[in-house]
T-cell receptor
Framework: EAGVTQFPSHSVIEKGQTVTLRCDPI?????LYWYRRVMGKEIKFLLH????????ESGMPNNRFLAERTGGTYSTLKVQPAELEDSGVYFC????????????FGPGTRLTVT | GQSLEQPSEVTAVEGAIVQINCTYQ??????LSWYQQHDGGAPTFLSY????GLEETGRFSSFLSRSDSYGYLLLQELQMKDSASYFC?????????????FGTGTRLKVLA
């Protein structure tokens, strides 16, 4: 069974540019989460999808961030326009629908905004 | 507010036992998870406690005391490969949906 995959693994962009991160969860996992970790700090929750619906987006920093999960499969997280403080590692995780306490994380996308 | 506290770094020698503590403050506590992350890798699930007590999985054990808002991860017979960051995470249902709140992580260094 394939794990959670994320693309790209690294991205270096300039302030003001746009970047789109992609996450492919484990097949059949309805729950999909986005997290961000800034060096030395906590893994911070951004948002939670159940299938294609946003269940909780309370962690999204501001309206420069837009997440979608069309068709309830893969998800994208777009940052437009990027700012310096958006730098960090963006993780995606998925879990099963009922009682799925174990989250399966992807390898992350390291975003650097210069 | 919601917060988790865990030590930033712990050092131990091979073969030893180490305990990583986690205290939490959340509004809708459901359970406590532990994740391991090697440098540059993805966090991987270690354990989950919903009820008070000790859960054992091989060399790793996890403990929870809901009344004390406290838990710990116990690693026995430490090996070099256990050098990694360990995160506690609360499964919270404060706003009606499940959300996971992570700590800042404890960096474990295992010395030969």
């Amino acid at each position: 069974e394939a794990g959670v995959t994320q693309f790209p693994s690294h991205s270096v962009i300039e302030k003001g540019q746009t970047v789109t991160l992609r996450c492919d969860p484990i097949s059949g996992h309805d729950n999909l989460y986005w997290y961000r970790r800034v060096m030395g700090k906590e893994i911070k929750f951004l948002l939670h999808f159940v299938k294609e619906s946003k269940q909780d987006e309370s962690g999204m920093p501001n309206n420069r961030f837009l997440a979608e999960r069309t068709g309830g499969t893969y998800s994208t997280l777009k940052v437009q326009p990027a700012e310096l403080e958006d730098s960090g590692v963006y993780f995606c995780a998925s879990s099963q629908s009922l009682g799925g306490v174990e989250q399966y994380f992807g390898p992350g996308t390291r975003l650097t905004v210069t | 507010g919601q917060s988790l506290e865990q030590p930033s770094e712990v050092t131990a020698v091979e073969g030893a036992i180490v305990q990583i503590n986690c205290t939490y403050q959340t509004s809708g506590f459901y359970g406590l998870s532990w994740y391991q992350q090697h440098d540059g890798g993805a966090p991987t699930f270690l354990s989950y406690n919903a009820l008070d007590g000790l859960e054992e999985t091989g060399r790793f054990s996890s403990f929870l005391s809901r009344s004390d808002s406290y838990g710990y991860l116990l690693l026995q017979e430490l090996q070099m490969k256990d050098s990694a960051s360990y995160f506690c995470a609360v499964r919270d249902r404060g706003s009606g949906t499940y959300k996971y709140i992570f700590g800042t992580g404890t960096r474990l260094k295992v010395l030969a």
